[in-house]
Nanobody, 121 residues
Framework: QVQLVESGGGLVQAGGSLRLSCLAS????????MGWYRQAPGKQRESVAV???????NYADSVKGRFAISRDNAKNTVYLQMNSLKPEDTAVYYC???????????????WGQGTQVTVSS
């Protein structure tokens, strides 16, 4: 079994910053892509930022230049540095990881429980 645990959410004023962390633990042989997604009330979950095991990143247009994703492969941890936050960034942020649990095993998608980010105007 694999668990993803997020931390770092909270309440911040517009223009402020937050850093989210997500630790993957359990039966892990290899982690492929890791990423952050978010879901605002009444909206569908959307991709925010993704990073491959080799460090290639991809961002939603709405966060480019403000958010930065990074990962520490030795610690099975992915981070999301969020700067210049806007009220429209308010959402529950979910961590995602594509994990292989043993040699030759298929890759599976895992999700964290989510962490609330609220940006006040």
């Amino acid at each position: 079994q694999v668990q993803l645990v997020e931390s770092g959410g909270g309440l911040v004023q517009a223009g402020g910053s937050l850093r989210l962390s997500c630790l993957a633990s359990g039966s892990i042989f290899e982690i492929n892509a890791m990423g952050w997604y978010r879901q605002a009330p009444g909206k569908q979950r959307e991709s925010v930022a993704v990073i491959t095991s080799g460090g290639i990143t991809n961002y939603a247009d709405s966060v480019k230049g403000r958010f930065a994703i990074s990962r520490d492969n030795a610690k099975n941890t992915v981070y999301l540095q969020m700067n210049s936050l806007k009220p429209e960034d308010t959402a529950v942020y979910y961590c995602n990881a594509v994990v292989q649990q043993s040699v030759g095993a298929p890759m599976y998608n895992y999700w964290g429980q989510g962490t609330q980010v609220t940006v006040s105007s």
